[in-house]
């Protein structure tokens, strides 16, 4: 089980990752349990769908490579060719800097060191790099008892004039490659790209959904579950802006 605590003023609040446990504290705690496979019957938490997209990494590498689209199939292979090199690195600053440069180009909220190392060790990070230059960079929740790896983060250099961005692009889903390999290697079964909806809307994103579905993947519904009284927190949380794009 995947634990992370973190502070919402000066009350602690929990989330779970991939699995529930039973008890008081659990449903009347400031508590989420993300991305539940199995339908719990209980009245004192409130469920909300999750509709993300999930590939299968029980198939063979070779297997994989083949189900990716025609296109996605090809980019991969040509950025093979370039020389591009994948890597894991846990240097939280690292990934922190990098993804920093990328967060106000997407409009998306930067990250802080401390919210990264807060994810604990479950939390990896892998880099695509040519001749020394840092192309993308994805995060990854990895719990190895559920088989589950869950994408966190996806940034690249796409949105730097200086950078030829079909060069990114191939690097980019390069690493996706390089990642759904090396989890496979550690016995993961499910790779989860996550959810093709805008933050706290139904409105589904349909390049991104479109991107996923391109390596193979299948759209997939799980559950969020919350207490009541983190359910009405994050209600606050929304009400209040926090959710705002930079």
Request: positive net charge.
């Amino acid at each position: 089980m995947i634990k992370i605590s973190r502070k919402f003023f000066f009350l602690n609040v929990h989330e779970y990752w991939f699995s529930y446990y039973p008890g008081f504290w659990s449903i009347f705690g400031l508590n989420a349990f993300n991305h539940i496979r199995t339908d719990l019957k209980n009245p004192f938490l409130v469920k909300v769908p999750n509709y993300t997209v999930a590939l299968d990494l029980s198939k063979s590498k070779e297997q994989i490579l083949e189900d990716f689209s025609r296109t996605f199939n090809r980019l991969v292979r040509n950025s093979e060719k370039e020389g591009v090199k994948c890597y894991f690195d846990q240097d939280s600053s690292k990934f922190v800097n990098f993804f920093n440069e990328f967060a106000p180009a997407k409009g998306i909220p930067k990250e802080t060191i401390e919210r990264v190392k807060s994810y604990g060790p479950s939390f990896k990070i892998s880099y695509a790099e040519l001749d020394g230059q840092l192309l993308a960079t994805h995060t990854y929740l990895v719990d190895q008892g559920q088989k589950i790896v869950r994408l966190m983060h996806s940034a690249s250099m796409r949105f730097d004039e200086r950078f030829d961005s079909n060069k990114i692009g191939r690097a980019n889903k390069y690493l996706f490659y390089y990642d759904m390999l090396a989890f496979k290697d550690q016995g993961i079964l499910s790779f989860d790209f996550g959810g093709y909806h805008e933050t706290h809307s139904d409105k589904v994103i349909e390049s991104l959904l479109k991107f996923k579905l391109d390596f193979g993947a299948e759209k997939k519904t799980t559950a969020n579950y919350f207490s009541i009284p983190y359910y009405l927190l994050r209600k606050i949380y929304v009400l209040l802006g926090f959710y705002k794009k930079d």
